[in-house]
């Protein structure tokens, strides 16, 4: 039989002014995952480490998106699943979906590609469903397909890759912070002011097209958020100042990450890149709060194979 | 001297999910300006033709617009200006922006470009602010610049050019009523529900994105509005019909153009655009109302020189 290992990369959702509908896929963090073909007809995880999440396939998201793929397959093998998890549940970076995003592109490469990576992104919500109540691709889109994705639409669903410039850099920081998503969600308001929803537009128009023309500049000037970031930045410690440091040292722009409490920032370069975690990450310890800090560049593919192995059976 | 003569171009303005922040130029439908330059210090509105306009200075966007550039300028020349409206006013295609952006390109070209065309578009805009009572770009910066235009910000301006596909044309159908603008303006709410805007920003993502990558399947189906359209369609006669009418005849979508009462639809080439032009009007037409029809290439270029004369003294 066939065992083969990924990588699933961590993902920062919607990118200051794209909330709920753009995300992008980061490299220098993310599981790995190894699932293996069997010859009886059984979905099994049989382990996990890094993180304390449940084994049973319906509480657990890899096994969910991997059984609503397996019920439109007609097979007779099963597999087993070994998740390695570096990202933190609760982080604010697409933890949920990196497994569920793992576990369909490693079963859809042990079976020969049945499904494209946007059929890919349909399983992979039923895991992140499972996480957070709600059907949402703005991490598993980008973990599958890498780069800058934006989701159009749901119903049907649209999933549209977005260019982005070769030099673009993400810094993420994870202050040690635990958030309740109920607590997320509800300091969000059902209503916002059609003047704000209309500046939050512009930017992100202006972001779109920054990507489009590689223009640092105007990705710069379009990186605001007016619309959630005034609400749940409160969730986090030391937000402003972060966000503050991490201008004043080169970023093009910053925000929450995902519904936080990590907090991303966009750079030009590596070298700005590191710069722009070294300050944001000294903030935190300078206030004696634990975080973590990665810096990566665009992941362009997204989830993918490091280990192929064919087993003697 | 020197007389210049001017084509300045009617403009769309909002483009369905791109309220307030987006607008583009059309060909077919524009008006001229003579602007010649005078050896004395004064600035005159010699002619209107083709509506009835105020000639006085503070009274005519023209005559604001230019008021606001010399101010701007130590020069000891005047200038005379000639007005042939073809757009009617409150036709919703940018009828006051057309006459605000062709008399400052106009007097820009006589005094060989003192400033840029971003600079003139704030010019522009004073006529605008005494047409509407507000300072907006969204018809005098296409109007000057051609093609799809962002306006991503005003304070301090910031205006993005946007690509747009070689086969993109628009159509206007002009159903000859008058919506008062103060109507126009009332209908809207100040709030909006954040799923809507969610659903909005996606579209005009995918618009931004389709734009860029001369995606037209992609331009298509983003060409919605959850926002306004279903408020001021109201004010607009037999709006929905229009629009069925547009989309069954292979439009790749369509909105109210500006505030109304004009729609825009476009399309792919100009076959399909004739053929939605002439459905559409159909349908005013069989409904015993007169309308007015236009189709075009989108104009990359803006205002553009007709005629430059050097006049004997």
Redesign the interface.
């Known amino acids: 039989m066939r065992k083969i290992t990924v990588f699933c990369p961590a993902t920062i959702a919607n990118v200051a002014?794209?909330?709920?509908?753009?995300g992008l896929a980061i490299d220098n963090i993310g599981d790995t995952m190894t699932v293996t073909m069997t010859s009886h007809k059984k979905l099994e995880i049989t382990k996990i480490t890094g993180a304390d999440l449940p084994m049973g396939i319906d509480e657990n998201v890899a096994g969910v998106a991997a059984k609503a793929m397996l019920k439109d397959l007609d097979i007779s093998c099963g597999f087993e699943i070994e998740i390695v998890k570096n990202i933190k549940p609760g982080s604010g970076i697409g933890s949920s979906a990196a497994s569920a995003a793992g576990v369909v592109y490693a079963i859809n490469e042990l079976l020969d590609r049945p499904f494209s990576l946007k059929e890919l992104v349909v399983y992979a919500m039923q895991g992140e469903k499972l996480a957070s109540g709600s059907l949402h691709a703005d991490n598993v889109a980008p973990a599958l397909m890498g780069g800058f994705v934006?989701?159009?639409?749901y119903s049907p669903i649209?999933i549209?890759s977005?260019?982005s410039p070769t030099e673009l850099y993400a810094v993420v920081v994870h202050p040690q912070v635990e958030l309740k998503t109920s607590d997320t969600r509800k300091i969000?308001?059902?209503?916002?002011?059609?003047?704000d929803?209309?500046k939050?537009?512009?930017?992100?128009?202006?972001l779109?097209?920054g990507l489009?023309?590689n223009d640092y500049e105007?990705i710069s000037?379009?990186l605001n958020d007016y619309?959630i970031e005034p609400l749940r930045s409160l969730l986090i410690p030391f937000y402003d100042k972060v966000k503050l440091t991490a201008k004043q040292n080169g970023a093009l722009g910053s925000g929450i990450s995902g519904s936080g409490p990590s907090i991303f920032a966009l750079c030009k370069g590596e070298e700005s890149a590191v710069k722009v975690k070294k300050a944001m990450l000294k903030v935190y310890i300078d206030n004696g709060l634990n975080a973590n800090a990665y810096h990566s560049k665009i992941n362009d593919n997204g989830v993918k194979t490091i280990k192929d192995e064919v087993l003697q059976s």
């Open positions: 002014c794209g909330f709920d509908i753009l934006l989701i159009r639409s649209d549209i977005i260019n969000l308001k059902k209503e916002v002011l059609l003047k929803s209309i939050q537009n512009a930017d992100l128009a202006g779109i097209s489009y023309t105007l000037r379009s619309i």
